[in-house]
């Protein structure tokens, strides 16, 4: 079995969680190290013992001995570097969100095809043991038809800086940074159903820049589940970390951090609560490193990921169409 080897391309934050996943996969080298800050990418380079350091990402374009890439980039340039990549035959994991926006998700869709390279989108929460067990309890049918879910991407009292905060880079702000994590949680929770509508309320209160701050979303989905997502920054209280989920079934509710599900049992109400996992922080590594097992399973195996393209383009559907109720103040239908 061959090692395959990986090109990480963006030296910040979370690219630390991508090195150590990686590192804990056999038969995988993390070949190079690429950033546009010499510096950062020396630095991250000795952290894990990177054997080689680049600082322009197309410089590596026509390297026979790279297998996959890893793009951890302002979402400006997540869409265009990923179609590069994948037209000179390599594999990528995209950070979310996947692209600035529907039409770049759907050209990335149409060139994966065409090269048969493999795309994975980085919504990590799919690797979480609580949000599974919920997927399962869910799955059990005891709770009954699922009515409604609120769920939360919410920063409270901080908010990132940097490129974060710029339109131009970013292509939004609270909800492409963290509602997306609530948005793509829930609708994996539910057995992915495609959306049928959505309506938006999205401003900026908490900050001077040129993207959102606050929002509150209601996504209709297919199966007649109503969820309504808030997603922000710098607010001073939220109701649930990152990702945290409520769905309220006709027979049942279930809660995601804090995970517990309740019932109606033949005589009482049954009320379960798993035994949590061990984790120093809520978006531990244990997620970020089954992110990484499961895109190298992909490779070797040469199967679709999930999440991948599709999984990443309908969130990219659900937020344009959010921006566009927020503008119009109306109803957008996507089904």
Request: charge should be negative.
């Amino acid at each position: 079995m061959k090692n395959i080897r990986i090109a990480i391309i963006g030296c910040g934050y979370i690219a630390d969680y991508h090195a150590r996943g990686l590192q804990a996969q056999p038969g995988v080298d993390i070949a190079m190290a690429v950033d546009t800050q010499l510096e950062a990418a020396k630095k991250f380079a000795a952290t894990y013992n990177i054997k080689e350091v680049k600082t322009d990402a197309m410089s590596i374009l026509d390297r026979d001995d790279i297998d996959g890439i890893v793009l951890g980039v302002p979402n400006k340039y997540h869409a265009p570097y990923a179609l590069e990549f994948l037209k000179k035959g390599k594999d990528v994991f995209l950070e979310k969100p996947m692209a600035m926006n529907p039409a770049e998700g759907r050209e990335l869709i149409k060139v994966s095809g065409e090269t048969k390279q493999l795309v994975m989108v980085g919504h990590m929460w799919r690797f979480d043991t609580e949000v599974k067990h919920i997927k399962k309890a869910i799955g059990s049918g005891k709770l009954g038809k699922i009515i409604k879910t609120t769920g939360f991407g919410i920063h409270e009292n901080w908010g990132p800086s940097g490129w974060f905060t710029q339109k131009e880079l970013a292509g939004g702000g609270a909800l492409a940074d963290m509602g997306v994590h609530a948005i793509d949680t829930v609708r994996y929770i539910l057995d992915d159903p495609d959306p049928v509508s959505v309506y938006a309320q999205i401003g900026t209160h908490y900050g001077d820049y040129d993207v959102d701050d606050s929002g509150i979303i209601i996504i209709e989905w297919e199966n007649g589940t109503t969820s309504i997502i808030e997603s922000g920054w710098w607010h001073p209280h939220m109701d649930g970390p990152e990702a945290g989920t409520r769905l309220y079934g006709t027979s049942g509710y279930a809660s995601l951090f804090p995970t517990f599900v309740k019932y109606k049992g033949e005589e009482s109400i049954e009320e379960f609560s798993p035994p949590p996992p061990a984790k120093t922080e809520h978006c531990d590594q244990v997620i970020y490193t089954g992110q990484m097992e499961h895109f190298i399973h992909c490779i070797r195996t040469r199967s679709q990921p999930s999440p991948g393209f599709r999984e990443g383009q309908i969130v990219l559907n659900i937020v344009d169409a959010a921006y566009l109720s927020a503008r119009k103040k109306e109803v957008v239908n996507l089904a």
